[in-house]
């Protein structure tokens, strides 16, 4: 949304437009999106392609593959990165890594999302809220919002002009329901920081003018749709070709038969009864099924493991399929970690307007992914790092035990090293002077 100038005036006029024309319609597909990584009516998504009286003997499919393919993609925050500052900073910063887990996936997801940061003074932290539905504001020949506006949810039952909408700029802050009326928040409408407290997280650098990126979402929520309509269809091709349809032949429609499984049918004469099931390969609906995923999980830099996948994959094989996966998750670390510069200083800011100060020192340590090495591989390396002195049997034990104490670690490892311990020859027992002069004679 463009504001030709900042006078107040101006901007409410310009945020009450926005809200009766385009908002609802522009975030339609953004909401659809949602809804399908949130399991949203599905059902309603798949019953728009059949016709309910064909669904009331087969049950429809609605599975949630949307969230599975971006949650499986999106782990740049899978690892918690360490990060270097102010212990004062540091000890502020809450449940931060589990929001930033939501962040990366709803930034695949959607393509573009702000994040708005505060400070809760009860809990003395720092905090976050996502926000997925919100529309910046530029102004003239500058391509860097200057605001947003995003809807305040409120409960169920609010009256349609009673939503209300925030607004942020560099300058202002309050609040505006649907009607156009200002709802304010201090008594001269101040932002109190001097910046807008938002952060955007972007999937990728801006291509032309499109501050809004567009995400991965559409592409999976799509095939996500058709997976389940093609479910849906083989759940009535199943119905429908195990018990084929009855057909009777050479009498009229009053013409009634009593069919009893226990009896033989008697047929009237130049009547023909038969069972015929529909043409069509259900396998082949499996197939494309399959297809739809693979090819999708594929773009994702994923791949799909099938419960009935009994080909054998070698070790060497499986990890060349993640490494490409691992590049892509470097790749995220990048944008990641502008973000987190860019975040941090408003949190310098969001501090410092409540008087807790913190200095410039700030830096963010990702954890990179592992790439799966060969079983052959590993033992090379591991062997490799206790003759060079880099690493213990006991550092090889947490590798793979990583929910062991140090405590549980000594104690398993005393047991095998006790009961893998080479048994020793028994001594003779020394003779004495007297049996030595004997067996000499």
């Not at 979402?217 to 749709?225: D, R, T």
Request: glycine fraction near 4%.
């Amino acid at each position: 949304m463009l504001v030709p100038d900042l006078s107040l005036q101006t901007i409410v006029q310009s945020l009450k437009d926005y809200i009766d024309t385009s908002h609802y319609n522009e975030s339609e597909d953004r909401l659809k999106i949602m809804n399908y990584y949130e399991g949203i009516n599905l059902e309603e998504e798949v019953m728009k392609y059949f016709d309910p009286n064909a669904l009331q003997f087969a049950p429809t499919l609605t599975l949630n593959i949307t969230k599975k393919l971006i949650d499986a993609r999106y782990i740049a925050y899978k690892s918690a990165p360490e990060r270097m500052a102010d212990d004062r900073y540091l000890e502020r910063l809450g449940d931060l890594d589990q929001d930033m887990i939501e962040v990366d996936r709803l930034t695949g997801l959607l393509g573009t999302i702000a994040v708005l940061r505060y400070y809760d003074e009860d809990k003395d932290r720092l905090d976050s809220h996502i926000i997925t539905d919100f529309e910046p504001i530029f102004e003239q020949n500058n391509p860097d919002p200057i605001g947003i506006v995003y809807p305040l949810f409120s409960h169920g039952d609010m009256k349609a002009e009673e939503q209300q909408f925030v607004y942020w700029s560099n300058e202002s802050h309050f609040k505006i329901k649907k009607s156009g009326e200002v709802i304010h928040v201090n008594d001269e409408d101040i932002n109190p920081f001097g910046v807008v407290p938002i952060v955007y997280s972007h999937l990728y650098p801006m291509l032309g003018n499109e501050f809004i990126r567009t995400g991965k979402g559409k592409m999976v929520a799509n095939a996500n749709l058709m997976y389940n309509v093609f479910g849906t269809q083989l759940s009535l091709g199943n119905m429908y070709q195990s018990l084929g349809q009855s057909v009777l032949t050479g009498v009229d429609e009053s013409t009634r038969l009593k069919m009893d499984v226990s009896k033989m049918l008697v047929l009237p004469e130049g009547a023909n009864y038969s069972i015929v099931s529909p043409s069509g390969s259900l396998d082949q609906i499996r197939q494309n099924m399959k297809f739809i995923i693979e090819t999708t999980a594929d773009a994702l830099h994923l791949k799909m493991k099938w419960g009935d996948d009994t080909s054998s994959t070698s070790g060497e094989h499986q990890r060349i399929m993640e490494v490409d996966l691992t590049e892509a998750v470097m790749s995220d670390f990048e944008r990641f970690r502008k973000f987190e510069k860019q975040r941090f200083q408003l949190d310098k800011t969001i501090l410092e307007t409540n008087n807790i100060n913190i200095n410039d020192e700030y830096s963010v340590d990702f954890s990179e992914p592992h790439i799966p090495a060969s079983p052959q591989q590993e033992r090379e390396e591991w062997l490799w790092k206790w003759d060079n002195g880099l690493a213990s049997k006991k550092d090889w034990f947490k590798h793979y035990n990583p929910d062991f104490t140090d405590e549980e670690i000594d104690e398993v490892m005393a047991e095998v090293e006790e009961q893998t311990q080479p048994q020793q020859p028994e001594q003779p027992q020394a003779q004495t002077l007297v049996e030595r002069l004997v067996q000499n004679g």
